[in-house]
């Protein structure tokens, strides 16, 4: 068994968890048994539907808190006519407002409101109980009730102390208490501390051997307590960004990224370390040998495949380009708009359409109103690009760290050229400069009003001046080593 481990996933999830279900499909191609542990607390969605949303299948999925019970991965299927049920006989009346319901009983100072998982069913995620103006409990469900969160009154606001998860039949399968950050986890035999050690002892239910493989994605608050109990499993660390501070580095000393700087002290316990390009395979054993003085195994496998090359079946849209991500602040995706609104002085017929989810999307969204380019630049929202890249003429980014990059190599698989800065890894991996795209130098001194002019600037070479046909060819070239049976290749060859 593989297991993989990782924190949280969203409705806008980050490369980190696009990469896990490229892997989970071509463990799946090459026979590999796989699970994805995820360790973050998820009270606001059913992580199911996170994880279906995303390409995930159920039974590839673990949840911490709900690993030491009998419930499983499942979709919200709790609903409005079971929860009645346990009223019993007592009174009460019901109104709807989209996918909220309150419940209040007559002759008492309760009221329930239920939250649905949208306006048109009548399938419950959660229900808050209030009792004498006071939040007393939340319960959260899928098939069932999964656990209920208890609340007190406190400096005149609901304060959680205890979380109780269940099992199937409404059993008790273990409790949290919690203080702020203070955590405790009571099990029927042990008294657990911290989440860490809760990670640490779910790790050790596994009951792994030499045979099992633990890969994880993301170390933070869980990477020395999946190491103190994985022993025989064989450990990888999986690498997403770039692993150090060029600025605090010298010839002496190097400042890991915080994300990897344990994994790394840790190289003894580690079996081998994956980067998703030969630029940061060969920079991280330089760095291993200079300034820790060992040589760890270090493997290439991109974190993304494709299954083919896509070619449009009809013309693309002439000067039409495309951008997708997250939409947060590094991202920096307000430089391609204001880059986009600069060049179509020159390129009348220019246009952006920006694809996916963010805390940025409002900002955005006044931006594109400031600039009045509403006509030529659009918010998508998140959608499935598979069939989608090959409409546009060209991919712009502009990020200033890419680990690998998995949209710019949909792009390439697409034919699409690519715009963006001169940066590790991504870009330098899948933009040869003047052969299918350009990269725009960059420094940290640099303002950015010149970056924006120095997008724009590309935008109008590419649409005036590049032989567009011989772009596309040499994205098509560069995307064949990512095709899926070479990553599966790969993949077989670390895991064995």
């Not at 299948?57 to 499942?74: K, N």
């Not at 069932?144 to 199937?168: G, T, V």
Request: aromatic share 12%; glycine share 8%.
């Amino acid at each position: 068994m593989i297991y993989n481990f990782n924190l949280g996933i969203g409705w806008a999830s980050s490369g980190v968890e696009y990469a896990q279900v490229y892997r989970a499909k071509i463990l799946r191609k090459i026979g590999k048994e796989a699970r994805f542990v995820f360790t973050d607390m998820f009270p606001r969605d059913n992580i199911q539907h996170m994880t279906e949303n995303i390409g995930f299948l159920d039974s590839e999925v673990l949840w911490l808190y709900t690993f030491f019970t009998d419930c499983r991965i499942s979709p919200v299927t709790y609903t409005l006519g079971r929860l009645e049920e346990t009223f019993g006989r007592r009174d009460f009346t019901c109104s709807r407002d989209g996918a909220r319901v309150k419940y209040t009983f007559p002759g008492t100072d309760c009221y329930y409101t239920v939250y649905l998982v949208n306006e048109k069913e009548d399938r419950v995620h959660r229900v808050e109980m209030v009792a004498g103006g006071c939040l007393i409990r939340k319960d959260y469900y899928t098939y069932c009730r999964i656990y209920s969160e208890y609340y007190a009154p406190l400096d005149r606001k609901a304060h959680l102390y205890l979380r109780r998860f269940f099992n199937e039949d409404g059993t008790t399968a273990y409790e949290e208490i919690t203080d702020g950050d203070f955590v405790m986890y009571r099990f029927p035999d042990r008294l657990l501390c911290s989440k860490e050690e809760l990670v640490g002892y779910m790790v050790s239910r596994l009951s792994l051997t030499r045979k099992d493989t633990v890969l994880i994605d993301r170390t933070t608050g869980i990477g020395q307590a999946i190491l103190q109990n994985a022993s025989p499993a064989r450990v990888g660390i999986v690498i997403h960004a770039d692993h150090f501070s060029e600025g605090s580095t010298d010839e002496e000393h190097i400042l890991w990224n915080n994300y990897y700087e344990y994994a790394f002290s840790q190289h003894r316990r580690i079996r081998f370390y994956i980067a998703s390009t030969d630029a940061q395979n060969r920079l991280l054993k330089k760095q291993f040998l200079q300034y820790l003085g060992v040589s760890p195994r270090v493997v290439t496998i991109p974190v993304g495949s494709l299954d083919g090359l896509k070619v449009p079946e009809k013309s693309r849209r002439r000067a039409s380009l495309i951008t997708a991500s997250r939409l947060a602040e590094e991202k920096h995706v307000d430089w391609l708009v204001e880059a986009v609104a600069a060049a179509r002085g020159q390129v009348p017929e220019v246009s952006l359409d920006i694809y996916g989810k963010g805390g940025g999307e409002e900002r955005l969204r006044a931006l594109i109103e400031k600039l009045h380019c509403g006509d030529c630049v659009r918010l998508m929202g998140q959608q499935d690009l598979e069939n989608v890249y090959q409409n546009y003429e060209a991919y712009l980014s502009g990020s200033t760290s890419e680990g690998f990059g998995l949209t710019l190599m949909e792009a390439a698989g697409s034919g699409l050229p690519i715009i963006g800065f001169d940066v590790r890894y991504g870009n330098q991996n899948f933009i040869d400069d003047g052969k299918n795209g350009y990269r725009l130098p960059v420094s940290g001194q640099m303002e950015k009003e010149e970056r924006v002019r120095g997008l724009a600037e590309c935008i109008v070479r590419l649409f005036t001046e590049a032989d567009l046909e011989s772009f596309r060819q040499h994205s098509y070239k560069k995307a064949e080593k990512y095709l899926t049976e070479r990553v599966e290749q790969r993949w077989g060859k670390v895991l064995g």
